[in-house]
C-alpha cells in the first residue's frame, strides 16, 4: 500500500497582500502528477486546506478541482482533516458530492460517516473518530482527530466532565482519545491515524498560526496511539519526523511553499509511506519545485540595491530587500528599485550607526534648537536629516522668531 501525506496547503493565503493562487496552483499541478507517477493508493491530508476560515471562491474551487483530480474519480480515496485554519463546517460542506469521488471529509473531532461505497472502495466501518476502507483487498483502519481544540476535545470526552477528567492536561486526553479508537486497530490490517495538533519535539518556523498556549496544547508523542504503522501530522511548516517519537512513524509534512521567509531554509516535500501487514514503514521524501521562491537581499548602499536589482530583476521571486544607508531613501529611488524589480514584498532600510560625541549638557537650554531637532529626527527615524530638511527648518524657526520680535 502506498500512501502520499500531506498537509497545510493554505490555500487563499497572501504574502504582504500579494495573492499565491498561482503557485498554489502550480504545486496540485504537480502533485498529482506525483500520485501518478508514483502509483499512490490512497492520500492523507492532514489539515490547514484554508488560510482562513472565509477562503476566496477561487480558493475553493481551486480545492475541488485538485481533489478530484486526485482521486482519480474515486479510485483513490482521498481523506482530509480539518486544521486550526479550517471553518470545519464550511469545509465538509461539500461531502454529499464528494463522497462520489471517493473524497472523504472530517471537520470535527466527533465526525463520522456511514459505512458504504465511496466512490470505487468501499468503507466497511466507520463511527466517530475512525473507517476502515477495503481497498483492493487490503484493509486500512485510519483514526482522524481533526483539529482538537480545548472546547471541542471536551465534547469528544463527556457533555458533563467529571473533575477527574477536568484536571487531566490536554494531552494526556488526547491520549485517552485515541487509546479508545486503537481498539479498532487489527493484526490484519494498515494502521494509519491523523490529526492537526503540535507534538513536543516538532521543530517550528515562526510562521505557523500558534494553536498552543504555554505549551498547554502541546502533546506528548508517547500519547499519540502506539500500535499506528504510520501517523500523519499537520499545523508545522517544516516537513520532519517529530524528535522523540522513537521507532514511532510520526511526520509532519509540513506546508508545500514558502509562506513566509522564515521558510526559506529548507526544502518542501510530501511523504510516500509504503505500509504493509507485518512488514516495517517505509518513508520517502519527495521534494517539490520551488515555483516562486521569496529571497532576502542585503544591500551595502541604495546604489548597490539599484545596480543589483538591474542586473538581477528578470528572475519570478518574491523579493525582501535590505539597504543599508544613513538617510531616508527618496520616492524617486524606491519607485526606481520597484521599476527595475517586480515584486517585492518590502524595502527595509537599515541604518548605519552615526559617530556622535557624547556631550555632556548639564542644561538642554545651551543647546541650539537646530541641534534639538537634528538629535530628535535621529531618534525618531534612525538617520540624520538632509541638508534640505535643515535648511527648511531654520527658514521655519527664523520666521517664528521675527513674528515675536514683531
Known amino acids: 500500500m502506498r500512501i502520499l501525506h500531506t498537509s497545510d496547503w493554505h490555500l487563499g493565503k497572501n504574502l504582504e497582500g500579494n495573492s499565491r493562487l498561482k503557485e498554489q496552483e502550480k504545486f496540485l499541478e504537480e502533485l498529482i502528477e506525483i500520485v501518478q507517477e508514483q502509483n499512490i493508493d490512497m492520500i492523507l491530508i492532514a489539515g490547514d486546506i484554508y488560510d482562513t476560515s472565509n477562503p476566496p471562491a477561487q480558493a475553493e474551487r481551486l480545492f475541488y478541482n485538485s481533489v478530484k483530480k486526485l482521486s482519480n474519480n474515486g479510485e483513490r480515496p482521498v481523506i482530509i482533516t480539518a486544521g486550526n485554519h479550517d471553518n470545519p463546517d464550511r469545509l465538509v460542506a461539500a461531502s454529499p458530492l464528494a463522497y462520489d469521488?471517493?473524497?472523504?471529509?472530517?471537520g470535527?473531532?466527533?465526525?463520522?460517516?456511514?459505512?458504504?461505497k465511496y466512490g470505487s472502495f468501499e468503507v466497511v466501518d466507520a463511527g466517530e473518530g475512525f473507517l476502515e476502507i477495503d481497498l483492493n483487498g487490503e484493509?486500512?483502519?485510519?483514526?482522524?482527530?481533526?483539529?482538537?481544540?480545548e472546547q471541542r476535545l471536551n465534547e469528544v470526552l463527556s457533555l458533563d466532565l467529571e473533575e477527574e477528567v477536568r484536571r487531566k492536561s490536554y494531552s494526556?486526553?488526547?491520549?485517552?482519545i485515541f487509546n479508545n479508537l486503537s481498539g479498532k486497530y487489527r493484526d490484519d490490517t494498515i494502521n494509519l491515524a491523523m490529526s492537526h495538533l503540535f507534538v513536543m519535539g516538532g521543530e517550528e518556523v515562526g510562521s505557523e498560526r500558534p494553536i498552543q498556549l504555554g505549551g498547554s496544547l502541546t502533546v506528548d508523542a508517547n500519547h499519540l496511539p502506539q500500535k499506528a504503522d504510520y501517523i500523519a501530522l499537520g499545523h508545522l511548516h517544516k516537513p520532519q519526523k517529530v524528535v522523540g517519537s522513537g521507532k514511532l512513524k510520526v511526520y509532519y509534512s509540513g506546508s508545500p511553499i514558502e509562506y513566509s521567509k522564515k521558510e526559506i531554509h529548507y526544502s518542501k516535500c510530501v511523504y510516500i509511506v509504503d505500509v504493509n501487514v507485518g512488514l516495517e514503514t517505509k518513508v520517502e521524501e519527495v521534494f517539490l519545485k520551488n515555483h516562486k521562491p521569496i529571497e532576502v537581499w542585503k544591500c551595502k548602499s541604495i546604489e548597490d540595491a539599484l545596480k543589483r536589482c538591474e542586473k538581477d530583476g528578470?528572475?519570478?521571486?518574491?523579493?525582501?530587500?535590505?539597504?543599508?544607508?544613513?538617510?531616508?531613501?527618496?520616492?524617486?529611488?524606491?519607485?526606481?528599485?520597484?521599476?527595475?524589480?517586480?515584486?517585492?514584498?518590502?524595502?527595509?532600510p537599515v541604518f548605519k550607526e552615526v559617530d556622535k560625541e557624547a556631550e555632556e549638557i548639564d542644561d538642554?537650554?545651551?543647546?541650539?534648537?537646530?541641534?534639538?531637532?537634528?538629535?530628535?529626527y535621529f531618534y525618531r527615524n534612525e538617520a540624520n536629516p538632509t541638508e534640505q530638511l535643515m535648511e527648511l527648518f531654520s527658514e521655519i524657526v527664523q520666521g517664528e522668531g521675527e513674528k515675536n520680535e514683531a
Do not use: C
Not at 470535527?108 to 458504504?116: D, L, N, R, T
Open 101 to 106: 469521488h471517493g473524497v472523504i471529509l472530517f
Open 108 to 116: 470535527k473531532p466527533k465526525s463520522k460517516i456511514e459505512p458504504g
Open 139 to 149: 484493509r486500512i483502519v485510519t483514526l482522524t482527530l481533526p483539529y482538537p481544540s
Open 172 to 176: 494526556e486526553r488526547i491520549n485517552d
Open 314 to 348: 528578470e528572475r519570478d521571486i518574491w523579493l525582501y530587500l535590505e539597504i543599508e544607508t544613513d538617510r531616508v531613501m527618496t520616492q524617486s529611488e524606491i519607485k526606481e528599485i520597484k521599476k527595475l524589480r517586480p515584486d517585492i514584498v518590502e524595502i527595509k
Open 364 to 376: 538642554i537650554s545651551e543647546m541650539r534648537i537646530e541641534d534639538l531637532f537634528k538629535d530628535y
